[in-house]
């Protein structure tokens, strides 16, 4: 489980405003499992979704994501794994590959976490952010993502990666605004 909680460049959980988040957040629960639901409501409801919300930066780094309060899916897993692995969870990277207009082709990469809780094992969760349509919740061990694959060209690949996609990080660090980034949405037909 160590690659799991490994520090990175971009899920730098040694970052002192992450490091102070994660344990503000861990204060009000005992268990590892309330910590990481504590942990994903957070982000989910307090981080901005960048597309959504129309907002600049283009974040990465799990600590520019906190500073910023915005960010793609992408960055939005970044800081949650960093919050979780400041907690000590093992946490890691999944990926869809989903149509943006829900009418088949262009595709893009969708990205969220999967967490260990040690009662459990591996448990995927979402912290995309809800709107109309995007009901993501923590309801272990009943698995509640944004998205569900509903068209031919969509997958969800069962791979949990320790580290982000080198494909997601050169994509977010591309882009300095959030519709550029729309313009330019990674996308990769396996992994």
Same mark, same amino acid.
């Given at each position: 489980?160590? +690659? ?114 040690? +009662? ?23 698995? @509640? ?8 060209? +969509? ?19 591309? @882009? ?16």
């Amino acid at each position: 489980m160590n +690659e799991y909680l490994k520090v990175s460049e971009v899920i730098d959980w040694h970052h002192p405003e992450i490091r102070k988040r994660a344990k503000q957040i861990a204060l009000d629960f005992e268990t590892s499992i309330e910590i990481a639901k504590g942990c994903f409501e957070w982000v989910r409801d307090e981080i901005r979704h960048s597309c959504d919300y129309q907002i600049n930066p283009v974040t990465c780094r799990a600590s520019e994501v906190l500073k910023y309060k915005t960010g793609y899916c992408f960055a939005k897993s970044h800081l949650l794994a960093a919050l979780l692995r400041a907690n000590q969870i093992p946490t890691g990277f999944c990926y869809q590959r989903l149509s943006i207009d829900d009418l088949g082709a262009p595709y893009s990469l969708h990205g969220f976490n999967a967490i260990y809780l040690p +009662e459990i094992g591996w448990y995927r969760v979402d912290a995309r952010g809800n709107k109309e349509g995007v009901n993501a919740e923590f309801t272990p061990p009943q698995e @509640q993502l944004a998205y569900k694959i509903k068209l031919s060209g +969509e997958k969800d690949f069962p791979m949990i990666f320790a580290e982000p996609l080198k494909i997601i990080i050169e994509a977010l660090q591309a @882009q300095n605004t959030w519709d550029e980034m729309l313009c330019n949405l990674p996308d990769l037909n396996s992994v």
